[in-house]
């Protein structure tokens, strides 16, 4: 157990709906990342937020953004759903802008 | 550009075959190379992190080694329980984790 959490474990939606994904990261960690794992792309980073601010950004589209709040956790919220969209979602965090320890990912299944 | 290429892709071992996995990278400043073990369905698990080359760390079967261009991990005596995906990725100029695709170990009786 590397002590990050990710709410829901399974999430099956229609194309078109909007989905909000949830993370909290190690107790301690002011850094947490996205990862997006699809089985043609393997493990793709989102964004990164560090202590409430966007940090870094990576493929993420449009359609997609993220939030960390005053108690640390993360929220992933996706839009306008496609088919395109099923993967695993991972959050990872840090506390130190180095080693990222994963949580155990939300299998999302667009319809 | 910034990348990872791991190889091979599956590799299939009967038990005690020891082997390497290779992850060969490019980049402009290397921050640090991790290695993650990955089990179908799960979130990557932390194994190690290398920072310069010369430098090993080993956990139980496993041993990483870092060079200018590549990283290592050998695996000694495998048991079917070291079976899973293992993944390479770095650090460079930014914190996040550029990943490659992976080798699939399978450990058989």
């Known amino acids: 157990d590397s002590g990050v959490t990710q709410t829901p474990k399974h999430l099956i939606t229609a194309t078109g709906q909007r989905v909000t994904l949830r993370c909290s990261p190690r107790s301690g960690d002011l850094s947490v990342y996205w990862y997006q794992q699809s089985l043609d792309q393997g493990l793709q980073f989102l964004i990164q937020?560090?202590?409430?601010?966007?940090?870094a950004k990576g493929n993420i589209l449009e359609r997609f953004s993220a939030q960390q709040f005053p108690d640390l956790h993360s929220e992933l919220n996706l839009s306008s759903l496609e088919l395109g969209d099923s993967a695993l979602y991972f959050c990872a965090s840090s506390v130190d802008l180095e080693t990222q320890y994963f949580g155990p990912g939300t299998r999302l299944l667009v319809l | 550009e910034d990348q990872v290429t791991q190889s091979p892709e599956a590799l299939r071992l009967q038990e005690g075959e020891s082997s390497s996995l290779n992850c060969s990278y490019t980049v402009s400043g290397l921050r640090g190379l991790f290695w993650y073990r990955q089990d179908p369905g799960k979130g990557p698990e932390f194994l190690f992190t290398?920072?310069?080359a010369g430098e090993e760390k080993e956990k139980e079967r496993l041993k990483a080694t870092l060079t200018k261009k590549e990283s290592f991990l050998h695996i000694t005596a495998p048991k079917p329980e070291d079976s899973a995906t293992y993944l390479c990725a770095f650090t460079g100029t930014a914190s996040k984790l550029t990943f490659g695709t992976g080798t699939r170990l399978q450990v058989t009786l």
């Open positions: 290398l920072y310069s």
């Open positions: 937020y560090y202590n409430g601010e966007e940090r």
